[in-house]
């Protein structure tokens, strides 16, 4: 994989630091997930868009994968920031959205390897600075709508000077400006019409953001259970959303009487990465979010009927508090049936080498990955696995899936500057796993929405199929469980998002799982 | 951090009457007041003091009375009372101000009374005679309150000299007087308002100037303490002038003008753990842990358990997320200095993050006993508590560091959070409503 990730060297402009999502999915359904690595521009090569090359790799089921991009047809999407996929006309192959500044891009899959831009068909542009997205049939219609978040508003040929003012100062050097001091923008929501035509209606239904906050990673996940997705906005700087599916198209934001808003001391943080996880097998979907460098990383517990931030309680806060926060997943790295937790971190500021940190580890900063230890507490474990998570990167994307489908969870990390890693799980004593694909009827062939549950003696886990996780970026939507010893799920159930169910017995471990929906 | 008192300033000042009119001693009603006033002012020239201070209380007795007498002609039947009232309780002489005061009482209302004293005084004469008792009340009290404030008793000092100003806010040095008798009682608080008029009426005076950003400093107004102390032609030389500046800027978070304030004092006067405190004070909040800590750990080995070394330490460590390492600095301060609720409710912080919060609440605990109007303590009582899932009692406690600090938005924040906890979902809605407003407020308007 020879992929660059473009990035002016001093990131004098805020937007030349936020870009960098990652997809996994498998583009050409031959069962083996693809990379697709988004590349941005920098101010200086604002005007010519082939400055930046996105990249897709198909994996070539032996450890190696090809760059098959400019075949694909996906490799200048523009001022590049994040990625998501789904089927999104049902037609069993993986569509490719791609969130940029200045005008997303829906590549539609042709099933032969190529994609074709049908953006403008599909009103999808957005416009604007668009950063997080997500696919979710959030009115249940059977078909698949789009959020996407928005970040600041910026004006290429006007913009803020760097180091040049209150909000451009770090510790008295002069850095990039923003978010702070800089106007917000909207988000948006697209409804599918069914007609390959999709219509925004964020205002409509609530989730536009008309205080213009300064939206970043996104989760649609229905928190309450009952049976309608709901969404989670990380916006920086700002409170985050929490949108309540009112299963009348439209939505009510709750973050704040619901806990999930703001750090638990009021303190509105840096918002980056958002992933959502049955961690302590509860039966219920909590929340951990990155941010930025001395506040910390959020672990918002779903106690039922709220959320309860319990960073420091479970022993993931502390360490964080140096870092700036950006990917994010929870994955049973160890197949021992509990939900581990990673982020991948990187400052903003090139400069930050010569400030005075406070309690702020250096522009390139290591891994945090935590292992958990089943009792609502983590430990933090990235010095077990050497350079590969301790070296300093300065990381953003992050997705998780199973690359040579051998059970262990690999991970792919989108940088800012420079290459990708593609770190591949090579623990030699994971437990046993199963990982489970799921193929909707209708229009939802990815069974977006579904959630899948999974006993196994003692263990009863519980996986959401997502579009739109981490920051960015697209997790593998094969949902994937560490049963530790035990050889086989007793039962395995899915609740498709149209509510209907399926249940399977007495399922073997070590084996992937295609469950079709009737 | 304490600071030495200064010396008291000189306080012995002359009465400075008004010129007495050379009138007929038989029908001036001030004859009485008049010896009084010069018979006390020769014991005080003498340095007779016990003597000065019984004929300045029996001038006082003189002078109530006739300011009575002078109320009640006017008509001001409830002032004039008043006069009689504190000629009863200055001088313990009773007689004549309570037949005054029965002689009032029992006089027709509105009629004015007749003072027999002041038959021989024409109406015109009247507003003459009344300055001239303003301004031995006000001597005497002045120089009583000097008296007290030789004798170092400063609080009572301070209590006579508000008398003087009180009945007249001008007098000659009344201000200067009771500055600095409330600066040496230490109540720096209501020092700084006379210290700051008299300094306007003094404006040369660098001894005044000194005092009042000390009283400043001591009142937590940084800025102004270090404005006053930025200007003083001395400090370069003096080093707790000098340390007095630094501290200010450090407490005003100007520590990177304070930096090169400690540098200088360290060049001409040599290492202090004092000063390494302070100076680590200030790099940890320049964002410069590393020089801090260096500083902080100077000033233990130079002289193990100095106030605030580890308390800043521990700050650090807990800024840092490392917990364990900011609580052992913490309860290094706390043994050396166990009434130090700063302190001890971060510490109470760091257990509570160590998911320890029966430590916590058991340590908060002792904080609100010591000092109840604690908001920070109070909060984080209530956020415990809200944790542990005693929220009613939770909401007690945020309430009351709500009422403590009605702009603190986290209070708000996380009073609204033990509303919702306890079902009563508008009265959360208005708190974080009022959070957001804050928050909005702070920022300058949106996002």
Redesign the interface.
Known sequence: MAFEHHSAPDKKYIVESMSGGVALFDYDNDGRIDIYLVDSLTVETAKDPKAARSALYRNLGDGRFQDVTDKAGVAHPGWGMGACTADVDGDGWEDLYVTALGGNHLYHNDHDGTFSDITARAGLAGGGWSTGCGFADYDRDGRLDLFVSRYVKVDLENLPEFGKGKTCEFRGIAVQCGPRGLPGTSDLLFHNDGNGHFTEVGEKAGVSDPRAYFGLGIAWFDYNQDGWPDLYVANDSTPSFLYLNQKDGTFKELAFPMGVAVSEDGGEQGGMGVAVGDYDNSGRLSVFKTNFAEEYNSLFHNDGDHFTDVSFRSKTAASSIPFVGWGTAFLDYDNDGLLDLIAVNGHVYPQMDQARRGASAGYRQRKLLYHNRGDGTFDEVAAQFGSALTEGRISRGLAVGDLDNDGRLDLVVDDLDGSPQLLHNELADAGHWLLVKLVGKGGNTDAIGAVVRVKAGKLSLMRLVQSGTSYLSQDDMRRHFGLGRETQADSLEVLWPDGTTTKLENVKANQLVEIKQK | MPLAPLAIAALLFGSALEPRRAADPALDPAVALDRAMSEAEGSLRDGELESAESRYRAALVEGWLLMGSLEAVDGRRAAALQAFERASTVGGETQRAQRSRALVLASSDPAPWTAPELEGVPPADRPALRRRVVAALASAYLNLGVIQAQRQRFARAAELLETAAEIDPAFPKVQYSLGVALFNAQQFDKATGPLTRALADQPRDVALQRMLAIAWLNTEAFDKAAALLRDDPGREDDASLQYAYGLALVRGNRA?EAEPVFARLLARHGDSAELNVLLGQAHAQ????DAAVQSLKRALELKPGVAEASAALGV?YL?????PEAEAALRAELKGHPSDVKTAHNLATVL????RPQEALALLREVLKAKPDFADARYLFG?VLL?QGAAEEAAQHLEAAARLAPDD??????L??AY??LGR?DA??EQ?EV??KL?DKR?GG??
């Open positions: 990177s320049r964002g410069d842990f650090i800024k840092q997320g490392r917990l509570d993050r160590q998911g956020k944790a938005a986290n209070i708000r924040y996380q609204g959070q919702q906890k979902s959360a809605r974080f959070f957001q928050k920022r949106g996002s």
